[in-house]
């Protein structure tokens, strides 16, 4: 079956700590994956996207980068991190069945 | 510049009444639209989706209406049950893009009250 996993679930981390977020996809290969990102009262804003491994799109500038060293793997990153990076950040990837979204991270910078 | 709008932060409805959840767009090339439903520290559930080549899709209690030449679509649920209270966005993609990028609204909190 095909199953997105994401972890952690939530994380509070110190403003200019750094951040790994990861996404693994199961049961299918060379899957288009998405991260996502929902502020406090926003909707959900697209962050980064990659076709294959290695291949990233940026959507919007920031402090954050994304990497994809795996097929099925897609982890979103920063070196420092600021309060405005607070939020709900969601992978997704799809399919022929349509977009199918990870549980998500609650991150809460401090 | 936000191609697809919500402009409608919330809504309250009865009840047993019909819900209407309204979405705009400006990119000409979205022929593509869905609609979600998301609960607090969850990912988005898929609840319905439309072609531009259809002006209506229906599944169960839920109706999605496309004016294309408006770009305007809307979600009506009917009838509204208190389990349906959530944040619901509206979604848009061209089929001419290869990546297959979802691009959502800001979405819209729907309150039913029992």
């Known amino acids: 079956s095909q199953t997105i996993h994401q972890w952690p679930a939530t994380l509070v981390q110190p403003v200019g700590s750094p951040l790994s977020l990861e996404c693994t996809v199961e049961?299918?290969?060379?899957?288009?994956l998405y991260w996502y990102r929902q502020a406090a009262g926003r909707g959900l804003q697209l962050l980064f996207y990659?076709?294959?491994?290695?291949?990233i799109s940026s959507e919007v500038p920031q402090n954050l980068s994304a990497s994809r060293p795996q097929d099925r793997q897609f982890i979103l990153s920063s070196k420092k991190l600021l309060l405005s990076d607070s939020g709900f950040y969601l992978c997704?990837?799809?399919?022929?069945?349509?977009?199918?979204f990870g549980s998500g991270t609650r991150l809460t910078v401090v | 510049d936000q191609q697809v709008k919500q402009n409608s932060p919330s809504l309250s409805v009865q009840e047993g009444r019909i819900s209407i959840l309204n979405c705009d767009y400006t990119n000409s090339m979205f022929d593509y639209f869905l609609w979600y439903k998301k609960y607090p520290a969850e990912g988005p559930t898929f609840l319905i989706s439309i072609s531009s080549i259809k002006d209506k899709n229906e599944d169960g209690r839920f109706t999605v209406f496309l004016n294309k030449s408006a770009k305007h679509l809307s979600l009506h649920i009917v009838p509204s049950q208190p389990g349906d209270s959530a944040v619901y966005f509206c979604a848009a993609s061209a089929v001419t893009d290869s990546s297959y990028k979802l691009i959502f609204g800001s979405g819209t909190r729907l309150l039913v009250r029992p």
């Open positions: 049961g299918t290969s060379n899957p288009n």
């Open positions: 990659s076709v294959g491994i290695g291949q």
């Open positions: 997704a990837w799809v399919s022929n069945y349509g977009y199918t």
